[in-house]
């Protein structure tokens, strides 16, 4: 769940008990100027402590954090695609696989490799290390390992970020 998917669930929860955006600011501690920015998706952040007052105020229960949702993203497909959007060969997520797993790159994607540690959302690349390490039956440390072995052999620009 996201801040705008909380911004619409405490608008319909409010309009559902009768609640003015001034009443429920008042009742949570919130600014009127904060609960409308929130209810409107114009906040970038809000602070767990703050949503929780808003969410408790309104009987809103927050799901447990867990990885369901993570783990049916296919993070090697994405990790692929995005390593291979300025190249005509395309890296696929068997051979990424096989480079996140190993920490050996073959020629025809040093690139690729160099562009996904550079470029890539951080997320993204946390996405194929946790799938790599499944599919390959490999503690994930020995996979970041090899991500950080990749980022000095290749010099990336952000080989600090995975050592």
């Known amino acids: 769940m996201n801040l705008i998917d909380i911004g619409h669930a405490v608008r319909a929860r409010r309009t559902e008990l009768g609640l003015?955006?001034?009443?429920?600011?008042?009742?949570?501690?919130?600014?009127?100027?904060?609960?409308?920015?929130?209810?409107?998706?114009?906040?970038?952040?809000l602070g767990v402590n703050r949503v929780g007052q808003v969410m408790a105020v309104l009987g809103l229960d927050s799901p447990a954090p867990d990885t369901l949702a993570r783990r049916k993203k296919r993070g090697l497909w994405m990790a692929a695609k995005?390593?291979?959007?300025?190249?005509?060969?395309?890296l696929g997520p068997e051979t990424l696989e096989k480079v996140l797993a190993s920490g050996d790159v073959p020629p025809p994607f040093t690139a690729h490799l160099t562009h996904l540690l550079d470029e890539a959302p951080v997320p993204v690349v946390v996405m194929a290390v946790e799938e790599t390490a499944s599919r390959a039956h490999l503690p994930p440390r020995q996979v970041w390992r090899n991500v950080?072995?990749?980022?000095?052999?290749?010099?990336?620009?952000?080989r600090a970020l995975w050592a």
Not at 82 to 90: F, G, H, L
């Open 82 to 90: 995005t390593a291979s959007v300025s190249y005509a060969r395309e």
């Open 148 to 158: 950080a072995k990749l980022a000095e052999s290749l010099s990336v620009h952000r």
């Open 20 to 45: 003015s955006q001034s009443q429920l600011a008042h009742l949570s501690g919130l600014s009127r100027q904060t609960l409308v920015g929130l209810e409107n998706g114009a906040l970038s952040d």
